[in-house]
């Protein structure tokens, strides 16, 4: 059966250090992998997706980075955090249109 | 460009009795998938109903369905016999279904709340 593991699960940062968010996905091959962030009570924010190894869209100009080194390994990063960063990170992957996305259990991440 | 929206950023529901939430969405394709994912306070994001645009009938899973009016582009959930674990944030999404790589795309999300 297909995971998803997403960590770490909570993380507090000082402004300007650098951040890395690390996503991988079992049991499938060639995934379509997607990073959200989702501010307090609101809704979700695609930013980055990424249909194979080294392709990276961005959805929003950000202070983040997104890269694909391996088939099922996503990674979020950054070189400065911004107090504005926070929030809660979601990583997702997807095969066919009609099943949606499976997503991980978040990265709640604080910047102070 | 896809929009998804709920209109309800707060619902209540006696326990027992039946719910619905709202939700419109637009799209220019012809191909798409609708779905209503529901977020517990862990923030863990759970798929709960989907439907396929070009099906007519609405979808049920147990106490969930939908009634999908293609037309008007809605996609309301309706939840039976409300029971406190159905208390969540709610969100209602689109994608496009052309080659599997469509992006998905959320609403703002409806919090329900579920009194016993």
């Known amino acids: 059966s297909q995971t998803i593991h997403q960590w770490p699960a909570t993380l507090v940062q000082p402004v300007g250090s650098p951040l890395s968010l690390e996503c991988t996905v079992e049991?499938?091959?060639?995934?379509?992998l997607y990073w959200y962030r989702q501010a307090a009570g609101r809704g979700l924010q695609l930013l980055f997706y990424?249909?194979?190894?080294?392709?990276i869209s961005s959805e929003v100009p950000q202070n983040l980075s997104a890269s694909r080194p391996q088939d099922r390994q996503f990674i979020l990063s950054s070189k400065k955090l911004l107090l504005s960063d926070s929030g809660f990170y979601l990583c997702?992957?997807?095969?066919?249109?009609?099943?949606?996305?499976?997503f991980g259990s978040g990265t709640r991440l604080t910047v102070v | 460009a896809q929009t998804v929206t709920q209109s309800q950023p707060e619902m209540s529901v006696q326990e027992a009795e039946t719910v619905t939430l709202s939700c419109t969405y637009d799209?220019?394709?012809?191909?798409?998938?609708l779905f209503w994912y529901k977020q517990p306070p862990s923030r863990q994001m759970i798929l709960v109903i989907r439907?396929?645009?070009?099906?007519?009938q609405n979808a049920t899973e147990n106490r969930f369905s939908v009634n999908f009016q293609k037309a008007a582009k809605s996609f309301s959930l309706k939840i039976s016999d409300s029971q406190l674990g159905d208390a969540a944030m709610y969100f209602c999404?689109?994608?496009?279904?052309?080659?599997?790589?469509?992006?998905?795309?959320f609403g703002q999300g409806t919090t329900l709340q579920v009194k016993p």
């Open positions: 997702a992957w997807s095969v066919r249109a009609s099943y949606g996305y499976t």
């Open positions: 999404a689109c994608r496009h279904g052309s080659g599997n790589t469509g992006k998905l795309i």
């Open positions: 439907q396929e645009a070009y099906k007519q």
């Open positions: 799209t220019s394709e012809s191909d798409y998938y």
């Open positions: 990424s249909v194979g190894i080294g392709q």
């Open positions: 049991g499938t091959s060639n995934p379509n």
